[in-house]
């Protein structure tokens, strides 16, 4: 399976943006579906986009306009651009691999925790 590694978080304050990065260790882009979680204090992961293989993308509507989701084929990378955050964005962010042709075959990155705070 692919590995991930995230990297990216950190503190900024509200209306501020942060860039999310996942590395995977080989080609994500011909079998792999790719996407970005997220989980807070007292509530379940959620899904917070997604990225296929066609580059075909969805978002949350908790995030739609204000995040995008994007990968880099050279460097094998993901990215999850966040705008215009606010503190509901708090969490820890997990980037999330599947590989198409093998059913069950996810990959999980460690998580990069991202706080949004004045």
């Not at 590395?23 to 579906?33: E, K, R, W």
Request: with cysteine; glycine share 10%.
């Amino acid at each position: 399976q692919v590995q991930l590694a995230e990297s990216g978080g950190g503190l900024v304050q509200p209306g501020g943006s942060l860039r999310l990065s996942c590395a995977a260790s080989g080609s994500i882009f011909n079998f792999y579906d790719m996407g970005w979680y997220r989980q807070a204090p007292v509530k379940q992961r959620e899904l917070v986009a997604t990225i296929t293989s066609g580059d075909s993308t969805n978002y949350a509507d908790s995030v739609k306009g204000r995040f995008t989701i994007s990968r880099d084929s050279v460097e094998n990378t993901v990215y999850l651009q966040m705008n215009n955050l606010n503190a509901d964005d708090t969490a820890v962010y997990y980037c999330h691999a599947h590989f198409l042709l093998r059913p069950g075959a996810d990959s999980w990155g460690q998580g990069t925790q991202v706080t949004v705070s004045s």
